[in-house]
């Protein structure tokens, strides 16, 4: 005679190892873009980590995004690959003056065009690592909120390179 208990578990049994043989003929699921550092509708061109004219002064990272996403995003902040600490930053007037201090979130919409330039909107990468030259290039990571990544590769340019 067979318990309820070994009818159930056996039942149980049958019905997970059918599951998992329908699941073995399911195709993958296709791979989330973001999780692989990009987050579809941003396009970033023109990227140059500009290196300081001065040994151990921070770079700066210049580049032109545009956006054509269906869902209102922000840039919270951003890395450069090897750096010790990494600020996005602004020029702005403060006490009649201008100058520079980090930014706030900087909101995206569909059709947001957005240049990181001198004077203006800019990335600064300090505490570089050591061998860094132009011509190299480096990986820039845009962190946006939610908790996204968007990575681009920047090229490396001497200090008195065109920015």
């Known amino acids: 005679m067979i318990s309820n208990f070994t009818r159930g578990a056996a039942l149980s049994l049958a019905i997970g190892a059918s599951l998992a043989l329908s699941a073995c003929g399911e195709e993958a699921a296709a791979p989330d873009p973001a999780a692989e550092g990009v987050v579809p509708g941003i396009e970033v061109s023109n990227a140059r980590l500009v290196l300081p004219p001065v ?3 921070p ?3 210049y580049f032109d995004l545009a956006y054509t ?3 209102g995003i922000s840039i919270s ?14 020029m702005m007037e403060y006490d009649f003056e201008m100058t520079m201090a980090q930014a706030n979130d900087i909101a995206l919409t569909n059709g ?14 300090f505490d570089l690592p050591q061998g860094l030259e132009a011509g190299d290039n480096v990986e ?3 962190r946006i ?3 996204s990544r968007h ?3 920047a090229e490396v340019r001497a200090a008195g390179e065109e920015r």
């Open 140 to 142: 820039v990571t845009l």
């Open 112 to 125: 947001t065009e957005v240049t990181f330039e001198p004077g203006g909107l800019h990335v600064m990468a």
């Open 145 to 147: 909120s939610g908790g």
């Open 55 to 57: 040994e151990g002064n």
């Open 77 to 90: 902040g951003a890395d450069v690959e090897g750096a010790g600490d990494t600020e996005v930053h602004d």
């Open 59 to 61: 770079a700066a990272v």
């Open 69 to 71: 996403g269906d869902r």
């Open 151 to 153: 990575r681009f590769d």
